[in-house]
């Protein structure tokens, strides 16, 4: 239901380096056509790659430079925290010229990224009822139906015909973009939706029928329902939006199809970067010192629990005396079977956001992985056993460092499914903690069973 | 566009256990009735959840039991590699059916992961012109338009006419579904793509008027387009579906939204996965053997990188054997540095899947890392160097781990976040092989800075 005129092939962009050497040029010369017209046919990534490769001066004053419209199209292709800092630079006229070409839902992310002061001198800067909207949508809990919403609807009261709405339809084509295809809805005087009009209802009415005589009854979502429930029905049914509610009934947006994928999607990113410990929409645009204090927060942590496994090697110096070589395969030992136990939390993970598995289903997936657990032990204690017989020259030495490799395999594998699947049933994160958590596990375990069995097997290996 | 006649409110699951018990007593009184009641309301991933708890005969008979729509449904909710061995078991009959109720690029995708074999059987099952749909979608490279796209499009001829058009959207309301969303497109003799038309033109035109009077030009894509490419296009206009054409311009299928959508969905959990060193689209109701083995050659390729770091600290065994404590935090300051480093791979992943970077980046990249390597290598190493001097007594250890841990930050910081630009430079996944190849960097960096630095220290520390 959108607009077509402005179809055309693909651009060509302008060979690489060009681009930044020009839009230098450009900015000198405070040349606002000539910057339109070298980033306009760029993709959006594209256009936005060359432009955070500018000091964040040059940045500011490209984008008061720039319509408007094309600096919202950047903005909205930049992951929020980093569109909140674009804009939060600029003077506040400009600032608030491009927030209100943003939609709705975009607006609420972008603005809610940004400190509390930006944002209510942008929010009064707004249509008062534009701020209203935003203010709404940012009240509710991420990721839910009220956050990924647009607060505009195409909405008709009871007594509207279908003539009504196909004047709508060819006048208001600017602002048809704004409702991502959305199908007409027919509010009652309490503002609920109780009715929808399909696209066939419309072409095989007369103009003069009244809406309720063709509309259907509306699936309707209420505000505060999760990302996962509006997957599960985006995926059911072909629909395009939902109209949300609130408690009483009453309609306050429409969740698309397409802010709910692009929200599974940002989420996955999201939760892959924190699996890594990176909190944050880190970008290398961002001030030097926030990138670095955000990743040193995650590595202090890990330096405490990493510590605290290393007290193990501790209590048993006097066995590592005795048999240095041991010193050679304490890091081999915790560092394969943290990645056996990793492999173990990525597929839980994975598990957990195609809704395949549950935070009550831990025993089950603790059954599975132990027999993942015991063959992968098997192999990988059998080589590297032998590595360390061979190179050793010992063969007790092997089987020391092959049974500790073994059942610390099984142990990883096994924690690593279940890890997961017990924090998010406390309310943890467990992108965030499963691998420190599971780490820790399986170093100590690793150290020590190598330096128990090596305290047991002492008169055989030196 | 879709049909709006079956909408609803979101319906009541069962309580959960009740729900498998259920299965079972139905399955084995064969009442498919009482199996579709059930699972009908369900949402399709609670849905598959449940079957996948049954042992795979009774998945096989259930399959069968339920229509085929249902069945189809429940398959297109999982990943196509379960989706292929749930369907492959089924008798050759069953299976055709099931696939039949799937969208072209659905079964191209479901087909594609099964044995050539059972690939062949069902195709020849299938109605010869959807076969032949088939295997063209399937011969495209992935994540492409033309892999991406559906066979079905919504096309008219140069002499059709407004009403033909809605003569046709009101009697397809079943297949209507399969547009999802498109819009007329005319082609030419040639089967080329001439025109589109918006709805606006078909609203306000008159029944008689050709297709060609108010059509526009359609943007078009070239089969061979990458996702991300596509992922631009679709940023950058509201459309629902692009006309995807091959070299001479005809017409071969449309890619829509919701489908770039869901593959940029996919290739990051799958990014993900193969970052966590988990190969294939494992769940855990696959064969047991086969999640073992795939996951045991990513481990296995480790160890031999593991063994290689390792020999590092074999050639210092005398500084090893002179001071003990070294022992004890040689995996420190590996594990240390590997965590960060990690933390660079994976904005350095972030970045180039939102376009942000790109591997001739790699100086550009590099430069702000080491930035990033200073401060947080100077911090790590103030810390463990603490710890050291405190837990050992010895500052000059203290000195030496610290030291040691700070220039190995620097290493696996800057070295992190290039190495996937380089990877993907040599076109290798960067994935699957940035890990491993850094935490091996930075465990020999790692273990020759700590056990070098010690033999230098030698006197002070015992």
Known sequence: MTDMEEQQDVPEPLPEPLVEVRLREYLAANDAEG?????????????????????????????????????????EEAPSELAAELVERLELETAVEIIDELDSDVQADVIGEMDEEDAEAILAGMDAEDAADVR?????????????????????????TVGNVLRRMVSEDDD?????GQHPYVLNAANQPIGVVSLRGLLTAKRSHKLTEI????????????????RDIFDAYPFLGVPVV???GQLVGVVSRSAVDEAALERAESESLRMQGVMGEEVRSMPLFLRSRRRLAW?????????????????YEETLAAVIAIAIF??????????????AVAVTMRELSLGLVRPVDALRVWLKEVSVGVINGLVLGLLIGVVAWIWKGNVFLGLVIGLALSFNTIIAVSIGGVVPLLLRRIGQDPAVASGPLLTTITDMAGFFLVLSLATLFMPLLV
Chains 1, 2 share one sequence.
């Open 215 to 230: 509309m259907v009854e509306p699936m309707t979502v209420t505000a505060d329902l999760p990302l996962d429930q509006l």
């Open 330 to 343: 304490l890091p081999m030992v915790s560092d394969m079977s943290g990645c056996s136990g990793n492999q």
């Open 299 to 315: 590595l202090s942590a890990n330096i405490v629990l990493n510590v605290i496994a290393a007290s193990v090697i501790s209590a």
């Open 136 to 160: 709404r949508l940012a009240a509710y809990a991420e990721d839910t139906a009220g956050a990924l919403m647009i607060a505009e609807a195409f909405t008709f009261s009871e007594t509207d």
């Open 246 to 248: 609130e408690s009483e």
């Open 176 to 180: 048809f973009e704004r409702y991502r």
């Open 35 to 75: 910057l339109f017209d070298l980033l306009d046919p760029l993709a959006l990534s594209e256009a936005l790659r060359e432009i955070l490769q500018l000091t964040p001066d040059e940045r500011d004053r490209l984008l008061t430079l720039i319509p408007a419209e094309l600096a919202a199209e950047l903005i």
